[in-house]
Antibody, heavy 122, light 105 residues
């Protein structure tokens, strides 16, 4: 069974940093493109960024609002995805989901974690 | 590329046929997916490649369209279908539409 379990959310002050983790199981993590998607309270879904598999270059892409502040990385030996968030702003407050596409197109998100809440507030 | 969903919300009754539209600002071929999200839950994939039903999704859900105009149709709305629906384009970086909330009439 595919499982994605996020952790690391919490309350942080503006300008602070936080690192989220996503523990994956039930599939070959090293072959998967992994993404982070967030959802601000009462708002829609927003793609944050992704990291491709090493066989596809292992490159990262980011949405404009987080580029230069957020960094996505992966540890294939631990089957874990990370999201390092720096220079946090109040508008980064959201539930952060780890997601992946395993059935054909890696850009189609057929598996999601339960989400972890990040609150940026003074 | 921008995605515009309409309507942003709708009220419908059980048994109704419901259609949600997603329009892309430029052509994206069939690189479109649809998701359902219930309060407090992660999104669930319904349809990909504009019209391919994800395994396990009831056949009352269907998708159509290509290029810039797409639709998600629920042929006979069921109580468990009251939720928010999002389209997502796959042509370049993933981008979601603004969502359509389907409420009970």
């Amino acid at each position: 069974e595919v499982q994605l379990v996020e952790s690391g959310g919490g309350l942080v002050k503006p300008g602070g940093s936080l690192r989220l983790s996503c523990a994956a199981s039930g599939f070959t993590f090293s072959n998967a493109w992994m993404s982070w998607v967030r959802q601000a309270p009462g708002k829609g879904l927003e793609w944050v960024g992704r990291i491709k598999s090493k066989t596809d270059g292992g490159t990262t892409d980011y949405a404009a609002p987080v580029k230069g502040r957020f960094t996505i990385s992966r540890d294939d030996s631990k089957n874990t995805l990370y999201l390092q968030m720096n220079s946090l702003k109040t508008e980064d407050t959201a539930v952060y989901y780890c997601t992946t596409g395993l059935n054909g197109d890696p850009r189609v998100f057929d598996y999601w974690g339960q989400g972890t809440l990040v609150t940026v507030s003074s | 590329i921008q995605l515009t969903q309409s309507p942003s919300s709708l009220s419908a009754s059980v048994g109704d046929r419901v259609t949600i539209t997603c329009r892309a600002s430029q052509g994206i071929s069939s690189y479109l997916a649809w998701y359902q999200q219930k309060p407090g839950k992660a999104p669930k994939l319904l349809i990909y490649a504009a019209s391919t039903l994800q395994s396990g999704v009831p056949s009352r859900f269907s998708g159509s369209g290509s290029g810039t105009d797409f639709t998600l149709t629920i042929s006979s709305l069921q109580p468990e279908d009251f939720a928010t629906y999002y389209c997502q384009q796959l042509n370049s970086y993933p981008l979601f539409g603004g969502g359509t909330k389907v409420e009970i009439k």
